[in-house]
């Protein structure tokens, strides 16, 4: 079983930049894909991001078209940490945000149980 523990949320004002961070801990791989998924208020949890290792300092990454540009997925498998840099943010970027395991980027949905997510407010 993986826990994930996201941090970084936090109220921006609109164009401002945000750093999210989650840690995965137990039973993990390099391998795996991580992916960011994102719910705000009254709407249903959305892929954001992903990255999934494919060679030994590769890494194949996908965006969710609304924040292609503007955010950037990276992850510190030493640290078994993935990252979510928000830069350019906008109002309807305002979110509660998780990560989780992906087993298939061509239908990125979360493996592993949901964490508690880590709110992002983005005001206007």
């Known amino acids: 079983q993986v826990q994930l523990v996201e941090s970084g949320g936090g109220l921006v004002e609109v164009g401002g930049s945000l750093r999210l961070s989650c840690v995965a801990s137990g039973r993990t791989t390099g391998t795996t894909a991580m992916g960011w998924f994102r719910q705000a208020p009254g709407k249903e949890r959305e892929f954001v991001a992903l990255i999934k290792r494919i060679t030994t300092s590769a890494y194949y990454t996908a965006y969710a078209d609304s924040v292609k540009g503007r955010f950037t997925i990276s992850r510190d498998n030493a640290k078994n940490t993935v990252y979510l840099q928000m830069n350019n943010l906008e109002p309807e970027d305002t979110a509660a945000y998780y990560c989780?395991?992906?087993?298939?980027?061509?239908?990125?949905?979360?493996?592993?149980?949901w964490g508690q997510g880590t709110l992002v407010t983005v005001s206007s």
């Open positions: 989780n395991t992906v087993p298939n980027v061509g239908a990125p949905v979360g493996l592993e149980a």
